[in-house]
């Protein structure tokens, strides 16, 4: 006999002992227990989400907008002309003296292939501006950065930034290093 025989054998011979009071009452919690099991593995988990999911449809429409953003940003990049290297470097040239200034040098990579722009001191926005403008003008994509924030003093020495310090603003970070940029084949 194995154990769950046993077991109904007890229960036959012990449930007919009670009194129909007690088995109303022994039924009664069975069936609450029943149903708090059934509202904590069943329902409770289905409400959260249902609860939930006004927000996460919000993330997932926002997140959809921003890709369909960047699809139609790769769709204008991709139908864009095909830019000889040429103009590709005259371009990358021209935005390093208009966004960069004195705080950049343009330089021939080492492979060949590419070019160098080496940077000082410059502002993290007007860098990531001057990638986006690489980017779209020059068709120059970075293949490596080497990139170290400036020293606090390098940041002070600057007059904007010294400017910044006195009107109580925190200084802006700054980034020195290098960036290998390719370019368009040849």
């Known amino acids: 006999m194995n154990w769950l025989e046993s077991l109904e054998a007890r229960w036959q011979a012990w449930w007919p002992e009670l009194e129909p009071r007690e088995q109303r009452l022994i039924g009664a919690a069975a069936a609450l227990v029943l149903l708090a099991l059934l509202w904590w593995l069943a329902l409770a988990p289905a409400l959260r989400t249902l609860s939930a999911a006004p927000a996460e449809h919000a993330r997932l429409d926002a997140q959809l907008q921003q890709m369909t953003t960047l699809q139609t940003q790769a769709k204008a ?110």
Not at 109 to 130: E, H, K, N, Y
Request: aromatic content about 2%; glycine content about 8%.
């Open 77 to 186: 990049l991709q139908a864009q002309p095909r830019a000889s290297r040429d103009d590709a470097v005259r371009a990358l040239e021209s935005s390093v003296r208009q966004s960069l200034g004195a705080n950049a040098q343009l330089q021939p990579a080492a492979s060949g292939d590419g070019v160098t722009v080496a940077v000082r001191t410059v502002p993290a926005d007007t860098l990531a501006q001057w990638l986006a403008q690489a980017r779209s003008n020059a068709r120059a994509v970075p293949r490596e950065a080497h990139l170290a924030r400036s020293a606090p003093g390098a940041a002070a020495a600057s007059g904007a930034a010294a400017a910044g310090a006195k009107s109580g603003e925190p200084p802006a970070v700054r980034w020195d290093g290098t960036l290998v940029m390719g370019l368009p084949a040849r």
